[in-house]
């Protein structure tokens, strides 16, 4: 069974510090990784994912993949108070019914 | 305005009750989920419906009964209630199996 680990657990930055944030897993044959945040009294909301070993840039925020490793890395540039939020890393197995494995969540404040 | 809405926001039930949570998208999706959010414990995969079939089912009990009685609707009926079972219930939809998952607020049951 896929299993998903985040570090750290949590994190205080200072407005406009670059965020980086780890997630490993234990299948590497895992069809791909999504990055979800989620605030408080909400649902997740999808951020970014990546399939493919290499990394992948979508405004402020970029995905790392190494398969080889079976890590993940997300970084977010120029941190915002509105990025305060669980960032969860998941991970979906390979076949359909979009099942996904989520690891325990990584609580970002970005202080003002 | 929320395209995943579930019903009721909050919900208190005694031990050994019946309860039903709502749930209807309004995206057009064809594929809808549940998921599971305990204290201490990741966001947990329970079932996958496409066209109103069940396509898994990761939840070992029977108490917990999904409900598609419309397209864009996917009920979750929970029997015998215990206390173990107290956690917010999201629902999400995809436009099929395998892509981007979308969350409603979740519903978040107590049960005494």
């Known amino acids: 069974q896929e299993k998903v680990q985040q570090s750290p657990e949590s994190l205080i930055v200072p407005e406009g510090a670059m965020v980086s944030l780890n997630c490993s897993f234990s299948?590497?044959?895992?069809?791909s990784i999504w990055w979800y945040q989620q605030h408080p009294g909400k649902g997740p909301k999808a951020l970014i994912?990546?399939?493919?070993?290499g990394n992948k840039k979508e405004g402020r925020l970029t995905v790392y993949l190494n398969r080889a490793s079976l890590h993940v890395s997300l970084h977010i540039k120029d941190s915002q108070p509105s990025d305060s939020a669980v960032y969860l890393c998941a991970v979906k197995a390979t076949g359909g019914n979009n099942k996904l494995t989520f690891g325990q969540g990584t609580v970002l404040s970005v202080i003002p | 305005d929320p395209k995943i809405i579930q019903k009721p926001k909050y919900l208190v039930a005694v031990t050994g009750s019946e309860k039903i949570l709502i749930c209807e998208q309004y995206l057009g999706h064809n594929a809808m989920y549940w998921y599971r959010q305990s204290a201490k414990k990741p966001l947990e995969f329970m079932f996958s419906y496409s066209y109103q079939k069940l396509m898994d089912n990761q939840t070992a009990s029977s108490r917990f009964q999904p409900q598609s009685s419309k397209k864009n609707h996917l009920d979750l009926q929970i029997t015998a209630l215990k206390p173990d079972d107290s956690a917010t219930y999201f629902c999400?939809?995809?436009?099929?199996?395998?892509?981007?998952?979308?969350f409603g607020a979740g519903t978040r049951l107590s049960v005494l």
């Open positions: 999400a939809s995809s436009r099929r199996d395998r892509n981007t998952l979308y």
């Open positions: 299948d590497s044959a895992s069809q």
């Open positions: 994912s990546i399939f493919s070993n």
